[in-house]
Nanobody
Framework: QVQLVESGGGLVQAGGSLRLSCVASGRTFDNKNTGWFRQAPGKEREFVAGISRSGGTYYADSVKGRFTISRDNAKNTVYLQMNSLKPEDTADYYC?????????????????WGQGTQVTVSS
């Protein structure tokens, strides 16, 4: 089993930055593909960014060039650096891990989920 705990959310003005962290316990990230998703009020959960076992990264078009996902295996932590934030980035952000699927953007391919951290971007 893997337990995921996100942190780092908060309120920020448009154009600002936040760094989200996701710490894994139980088992490590290094044999799993990891992703960040977000869900805004009244909307479906959507893919934001992912990092594969080999370290390859991939992003939703809406965040490409502004967000960066990274992983520190020694700390069992995955990060999401978010720059140039926009009001439309406001959402609950979730960390997820997939045992079997690489580079997936589909929520159903992820086995483990954190509880989420809220990000609010004011205009």
């Amino acid at each position: 089993q893997v337990q995921l705990v996100e942190s780092g959310g908060g309120l920020v003005q448009a154009g600002g930055s936040l760094r989200l962290s996701c710490v894994a316990s139980g088992r490590t990230f290094d044999n799993k593909n990891t992703g960040w998703f977000r869900q805004a009020p009244g909307k479906e959960r959507e893919f934001v960014a992912g990092i594969s076992r080999s370290g390859g990264t991939y992003y939703a078009d809406s965040v490409k060039g502004r967000f960066t996902i990274s992983r520190d295996n020694a700390k069992n932590t995955v990060y999401l650096q978010m720059n140039s934030l926009k009001p439309e980035d406001t959402a609950d952000y979730y960390c997820a891990a997939s045992t079997y699927y690489s580079s997936s953007r589909y929520t159903g391919h992820y086995d483990y989920w954190g509880q989420g951290t809220q990000v609010t971007v004011s205009s």
